[in-house]
């Protein structure tokens, strides 16, 4: 692999891109006020979906998971965005705010993920040192950060593209050096618990990722925004053949984790998986197509957390976006074996407590909501130290839900008048 052939080649691809987005989205009119189709609609609902979770926990799943683990990151994914669609259109018109702690954690979890993933990119693919490359990505960050764009993120096209791209010829490529036969006789000499369908852990992580996309999708305020420009005509089929587009990501890239355990590469970290493999059997093609994708949607990504909202907001909020990054940035160096996928089900613990709240607020006041998040909270918490962290969630997700729903009931009782919407 000639590493200085990769890094021009990588720099020149992300250019390219970077140019055509400029052209593509220089002329477009605000984006809030577009009113979208289904191609439109459907790529818009892409943009929000595919991120660094599908090509790095995806792959960690299957890995640690195997093909339970594999098959139920996207059949999570399918079902909740399905299940979310449902639930914003019985919302009709009625608009919800995010407190503004949550939209501090929501950034927080993104901005810890894309340093975490930027610094992976930089010591695997680059041969940078951790330490300075968690340092290199925070300065970066903060250059975003300083820059301040002022519209918000329409970069989705450029980026389902590549994904799309990325989905079909990495393991293309990987299986042109690695025979599928040869995959199936390694895993099955070496790693048979990948094959089993018996697996309690695997099915429990599988309940836990259910609430945790549903979970993720209620409290981004982007798919409410995304829902309303599609044109109703379209809606329902645009949240329909987007999960499905996105499911063949997770399904195809966690192929990947087969490959390395047939052929006995051992990550450190479990989800740098995905960039090993294409590094040893990609191609300096293969290498280069996953590095410009991931940089990219680490950019756009970094670009709607720290840049979106008026100008006004932005220079007001300026100090936290700032926090936020130094805060992702001593996390990193605090827990150096922290993965993606932990980062997810950790955060997950706080969106199974508060998604109930998002499901019934408008009939609770902001106390009941905040009291019973904390115990659900509390309670996942407890089950995650005496038992597993995806079973904390579901119990979290569990007992949040049950006290939210009785307090529904009992105020619906209480005004005089007792019905099910």
Same mark, same amino acid.
């Given at each position: 692999?000639?590493?200085?052939?990769?890094?021009?080649?990588?720099?020149?691809?992300l250019?390219?891109?970077?140019l055509?987005?400029?052209?593509?989205?220089?002329?477009r009119?605000?984006?809030?006020?577009?009113?979208?189709g289904l191609?439109?609609?459907?790529?818009?609902?892409?943009?929000q979906w595919?991120?660094?979770y599908?090509?790095?926990?995806?792959?960690?799943?299957?890995?640690?998971?195997?093909?339970?683990?594999?098959?139920?990151?996207?059949?999570?994914?399918?079902?909740?965005?399905l299940?979310?669609y449902?639930?914003?259109g019985?919302?009709?018109?009625r608009?919800?705010q995010s407190?503004?702690?949550?939209?501090?954690?929501?950034?927080l979890e993104?901005t810890?993920?894309a340093l975490?993933? #930027?610094k992976?990119?930089l010591h695997?693919v680059?041969?940078?040192?951790?330490?300075?490359?968690?340092?290199?990505?925070?300065v970066?960050?903060?250059?975003?950060?300083?820059?301040?764009?002022?519209?918000?993120n329409? @970069?989705?096209?450029?980026i389902?593209?590549?994904s799309? =791209?990325?989905?079909?010829l990495?393991?293309?490529?990987v299986y042109l050096?690695?025979?599928?036969?040869?995959?199936?006789?390694?895993v099955k000499?070496l790693?048979?618990d990948?094959?089993?369908?018996?697996?309690?852990t695997s099915?429990v992580l599988t309940?836990?990722?259910l609430?945790?996309?549903?979970s993720?999708?209620l409290?981004?305020p982007?798919?409410?925004?995304?829902?309303r420009?599609?044109?109703?005509?379209?809606?329902g089929?645009?949240?329909?053949? =987007?999960?499905l587009?996105?499911?063949f990501l997770?399904?195809?890239?966690?192929?990947?984790?087969?490959?390395a355990?047939?052929?006995?590469?051992?990550p450190?970290? =479990?989800?740098?998986?995905?960039?090993?493999i294409?590094?040893?059997?990609?191609?300096?093609?293969?290498i280069?197509l996953?590095?410009v994708t991931?940089?990219l949607?680490?950019?756009?990504?970094?670009?709607?957390y720290?840049?979106? #909202?008026?100008?006004?907001?932005?220079?007001?909020?300026l100090? @936290?976006?700032?926090?936020?990054?130094l805060?992702?940035?001593?996390?990193?160096l605090?827990f150096?074996?922290?993965?993606?996928?932990?980062t997810?089900?950790v955060?997950?613990?706080?969106?199974?407590?508060? =998604?109930?709240?998002?499901l019934w607020?408008?009939?609770l006041?902001?106390?009941s909501a905040?009291?019973?998040?904390?115990?659900g909270?509390?309670?996942?918490i407890y089950?995650t130290?005496h038992?597993?962290?995806a079973?904390g969630i579901?119990?979290d997700?569990?007992?949040s839900f049950?006290?939210m729903g009785?307090?529904s009931?009992?105020m619906?009782?209480e005004?005089g008048?007792?019905?099910?919407?």
């Open positions: 692999m000639n590493l200085d052939n990769i890094q021009w080649l990588t720099l020149f691809s250019v390219a891109c970077l055509v987005i400029y052209v593509t989205e220089r002329n009119a605000k984006w809030e006020e577009e009113s979208l191609g439109k609609g459907g790529v818009a609902l892409l943009g595919i991120g660094l599908a090509f790095l926990a995806s792959s960690q799943v299957s890995y640690q998971y195997g093909i339970i683990g594999m098959v139920g990151y996207s059949a999570a994914g399918i079902v909740s965005f299940f979310v449902l639930w914003i019985k919302e009709k018109k608009r919800v407190p503004q702690l949550l939209t501090i954690l929501y950034r993104g810890l993920v975490m993933a #930027g992976m990119i695997l680059y041969e940078v040192n951790t330490l300075l490359s968690i340092g290199l990505v925070t970066f960050f903060w250059l975003i950060l300083l820059i301040r764009f002022n519209k918000p329409r @970069t989705s096209f450029v389902v593209i590549l799309m =791209a990325s989905t079909v990495l393991p293309t490529l050096k690695v025979s599928v036969p040869t995959v199936y006789s390694g000499f790693a048979t990948m094959l089993r369908l018996d697996s309690p099915w309940a836990a990722l609430i945790r996309f549903t993720h999708s409290v981004n982007h798919i409410r925004t995304i829902y420009q599609i044109k109703e005509t379209r809606r089929l645009s949240f329909s053949l =987007a999960p587009i996105w499911a997770p399904l195809s890239i966690g192929t990947l984790s087969f490959v355990k047939a052929e006995a590469v051992w450190v970290f =479990a989800d740098e998986v995905s960039i090993l294409v590094s040893h059997f990609g191609g300096q093609l293969g280069v996953f590095t991931l940089i949607i680490l950019l756009v990504t970094m670009a709607r720290l840049s979106e #909202g008026t100008e006004a907001a932005q220079a007001t909020d100090l @936290t976006r700032a926090l936020i990054i805060v992702s940035a001593f996390v990193a605090l150096p074996h922290l993965t993606i996928l932990d997810m089900l955060f997950a613990l706080i969106w199974a407590a508060v =998604a109930p709240a998002v607020g408008r009939e006041n902001g106390i905040l009291v019973t998040a904390a115990i909270l509390g309670t996942g089950y130290i038992a597993s962290l079973l579901i119990i997700f569990a007992v049950s006290i009785l307090l009931i009992f619906k009782r005004k008048g007792f019905w099910l919407e």
